[in-house]
């Protein structure tokens, strides 16, 4: 039986719960992270959508920053998405507020696409999906600079929307707002790898 952990400090923790439990199909169980020690138990991790200043900051304090950089570094799946894609990477532009945890060789831009207001949606033609994708962006960074070793899945014009590094799926979107679970089904086979 699999278990997902999503980090539950900040954010639409709610939704991706949901999403996972979808996605599963009964084949598994989400566990709300809240705490350091509680990530050993899970096969795969989910680092959500919010506020990514303040998902740092309470990464590091509750010591869950080192547990969620071992975990990746050990090969634990981990599906990013919007802040968590933020946070996963190595640099941020301009930026000196959120301090990333370097597990996927990417340089994002934070509110690539603009604020709240900018907010939008977009069929991506993804790599991999026969179908488009579409793909729901809110106040969201975008991958300015990709390292050697990543894969680069989908594109809003120049900007990279989606990305592969080893056990780490990076997405600037959310996908635990559609219904369309392609992308929680590429993490789940993650698992199997």
Avoid at 80 to 91: D, P, Q, Y
Wanted: contains cysteine.
């Amino acid at each position: 039986m699999l278990c997902i952990g999503v980090i539950a400090l900040q954010g639409d923790v709610s939704e991706h719960v949901l999403a996972m439990q979808r996605a599963l199909q009964g084949r598994g169980e989400v566990l709300e992270v809240r705490r350091a020690g509680q990530m050993a138990q899970c096969d795969g991790l989910v680092l959500p959508g919010g506020e990514s200043t303040t998902i740092c900051r309470q990464l590091e304090s509750s010591g869950m920053a080192e547990e969620l950089q071992r975990a990746a570094w050990s090969g634990v799946p981990i599906l990013a998405t919007c802040a968590g894609l933020v946070l996963v990477s190595k640099r941020i532009e301009g930026d000196g507020k959120v301090r990333p945890l370097g597990l996927m060789d990417i340089k994002i831009g934070r509110n690539a696409f603009g604020s709240q207001r900018e907010s939008f949606e977009a069929d991506l033609e993804v790599q991999g999906l026969e179908q488009p994708y579409r793909a729901i962006f809110i106040r969201a960074p975008a991958i300015v600079e990709v390292g050697e070793g990543v894969q680069v899945l989908a594109r809003v014009g120049e900007a990279v929307v989606a990305a592969r590094q080893k056990s780490i799926l990076a997405l600037a979107f959310h996908p635990e707002l559609t219904s369309d679970m392609r992308f929680h089904q590429i993490f789940l086979k993650m698992l199997e790898a």
